[in-house]
């Protein structure tokens, strides 16, 4: 008997059988699936980003204060034809303008072609970052060694700032009226600074303190100097050498010490991390790696349909206080200049604008994973972290953005192809934490929290990976661009 052999046929109009269940059709259109930077970016856009962060990395070594990030922003500008700008001056569309607030904050501002009644887009990222700022009278001499006393600026773990290489940045206004600008440890010739921390072998007593309180807020003296100034009359002679090399390579004395802004910083340099180079560990990332895109994002815009508004902002690490924090007025005055000079109403200027806070996020760390709750955390390598809310407990003190400018800012990344996360800030009740956000948004400016996921947040040396810093950047550039 012949054997028979059924061939199975697909009837015309009909789709050929996948091999998946209906279950398993239903959970992939169903269920969100996070990508990262490797199954979610193409290896042009991986490459992209490798090439983006090497310009990065030379920013971040030459600007660890927000002065110096302030100076870089102005070159990258004045690069671009930006100009300073003059409050009442008349302006037209594709004008591009910046203005130096006080050495400390730098807004830079693009005009549209459209009507400024249709609003601005905003980017604002701070360049203050955590670090220890010397008192006013920091000099002084103790048992053959010269030391400066310093107060720490923002969120640190006091222990992390012993026994790594450090380096004075600063600004002296003298008395003589001159400024001088200070910069020692960042040359592979200078000499770098040290704050000391006991031997373990006489730590018991340190060892047995809650790590808080293991190294004391006024014992953060800087070591600056082991020889005396060579002269058997006169006294404090460590100091002296100190005071007299400083006097020697910027004419400065202990008087001027007093009118003037000295950071103490860690003179680690920006360096590739790991053999597949896919992250960054430098000082101050939070939150010049958010600060460098979108800057650039910015700057770069040609003649763009809307006006376009970027702000390094000083002062978040310690509340966005005084004129050059974000809750100093310059934005606002500046809207209210051109909505006068251009004859719009400042009210609907700001309802009609919008902006992005951008600002790092908490990388999920394995290591303490305790703290976080996976599920809604952000990771390193997943792209930008769009952040609804920060805030602490319940929500305090937060900008909540709105579900229609989520869903704006998210629809936007979706059909531009950029990858992006969410993430809290942390499990509920860890802590928490806030941006500027809050107060961009008061002005009734909707506003949301974007930027690049850290690891080691506010330690002297922090990590960041290269591919979300480019989606960052793919982000305000998308963000700018959208009509
Ligand atoms: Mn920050
Ligand atoms: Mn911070």
């Not at 490798?50 to 870089?72: G, H, I, M, S």
């Not at 409050?87 to 203005?99: E, H, N, S």
């Not at 979108?294 to 763009?304: D, F, G, R, S, W």
């Not at 909707?446 to 922090?462: C, K, N």
Request: charged content about 25%.
């Amino acid at each position: 008997m012949e054997e028979k052999i059924l061939t199975p046929e697909t009837p015309e109009n009909e789709e050929p059988k996948s091999d998946k269940s209906k279950g398993q059709e239903l959970k992939e259109k169903l269920f969100y699936e996070q990508k990262d930077a490797f199954n979610g970016l193409t290896k042009e856009i991986r490459d992209a980003a490798q090439a983006f962060c090497v310009p990065y990395a030379k920013f971040l070594d030459n600007a660890k204060t927000e002065r110096e990030a302030v100076n870089e922003g102005i070159k990258m500008a004045e690069a671009h034809g930006f100009v300073p700008y003059t409050f009442g001056q008349p302006v037209k569309a594709g004008d591009k303008f910046y203005i130096n607030n006080r050495g400390k904050s730098l807004h830079v501002f693009v005009i549209g072609s459209e009507p400024l009644e249709n609003g601005i887009r905003i980017s604002a990222a701070h360049v203050d970052s955590p670090r220890l700022d010397l008192k006013q009278h920091p000099v002084y001499e103790d048992n053959g060694a010269c030391y400066l006393k310093t107060h720490y600026y923002g969120g640190i773990k006091k222990w992390q700032w012993v026994t790594i290489p450090l380096a004075i940045h600063g600004t002296v206004c003298k008395n003589d009226g001159t400024t001088v600008d200070i910069c020692i440890g960042e040359d592979d010739n200078d000499p770098i600074f040290y704050i000391t921390d006991i031997l373990p072998h006489l730590g018991h007593e340190q060892n047995g303190r809650p790590m808080g309180s293991a190294i004391d807020g006024e014992s953060l003296n800087v070591m600056v100097t082991a020889s005396p100034y060579d002269d058997d009359k006169a006294d404090q002679k460590y100091k002296l050498n100190f005071l007299a090399a400083m006097y020697e390579k910027y004419g400065i004395t202990e008087r001027d010490l007093m009118s003037a802004e000295i950071s103490i910083v860690p003179a680690m340099k920006a360096r590739d991390l790991g053999l597949d180079r896919a992250l960054i560990a430098a000082y101050g990332h939070d939150d010049r790696v958010c600060a460098y895109p979108m800057m650039l994002a910015t700057v770069e815009a040609e003649n763009p349909v809307h006006t376009l508004y970027a702000i390094f902002a000083d002062k978040e690490e310690t509340g966005s206080d005084g004129p050059t924090g974000m809750q100093g007025s310059l934005m606002t005055d500046v809207f209210a200049d051109l909505a006068n000079t251009m004859g719009a109403n400042i009210n609907v200027v700001r309802a009609n604008s919008k902006c992005l806070s951008a600002d790092v996020n908490a990388a999920f760390d394995p290591k303490f994973g305790g703290q976080f709750e996976a599920r809604n955390s952000s990771y390193i390598n997943k792209g930008v972290v769009v952040t609804k809310y920060t805030g602490g407990g319940g929500k305090g003190g937060t900008n909540d953005a709105s579900a229609e400018y989520v869903g704006y800012i998210h629809n936007l990344l979706i059909r531009e192809g950029i990858l992006f996360q969410t993430g809290e800030l942390g499990r509920v009740d860890a802590g928490g934490g806030g941006t500027v956000a809050k107060f961009i948004s008061m002005k009734n400016i909707d506003t949301i929290d974007i930027g690049v996921p850290v690891l080691s947040m506010h330690a002297p040396y922090e990590v960041v990976s290269k591919y979300d810093i480019y989606e960052t950047y793919r982000c305000v550039k998308a963000f700018n661009e959208d009509i």
